[in-house]
C-alpha cells in the first residue's frame, strides 16, 4: 500500500513540474527573440509568438485574402511578462486576421494595409 502511494505521489509530482514547465516557454521564446533583437516586432495569440514577416521572400508571394478578424493588440511596447494581445511594436487596437488558406501566417492591419506575421517555432 505505502509502495502504491509513493508511486502515485511521484506521478502527481512529475505532471505538476511538467506543467509548470511547459506555462512559461513561451515567456522565455518571446524575451530570447527580444535579447537576440531588441527590435524585435512580434505580438502573442493564443500563447504563440507572431513574427512579423514582411522581408520573408516567400511570404512575400503569398496572395493576401483575409479571413475572418482574430483579435485586437491590447498592449503595446512590451518587452517582459508577454501575454496574449501584447506586441512589441503594433499599436493598441490594431486588428489581425486570419489568412484564408493558411495556419503558419496572420494579417496585422496598419493604414489599410496588412503586414504578415509568422508563427514563430522554436527549433
Sequence with gaps: MKRLRGIVLFLLLTSLITGCFRSTKNNATSEVLLKTNTNADFFIMDNTVYKNAIDIDWVKGISVKE????????????KRNFKNWNATVLGVGTEIYKLE?????VLAKKDDKYIPYIKYVEG
Aim: net charge positive.
Design 67 to 78: 479571413g475572418s478578424a482574430l483579435g485586437r493588440i491590447n498592449k503595446t511596447k512590451v
Design 101 to 105: 488558406d493558411r495556419q503558419d501566417i
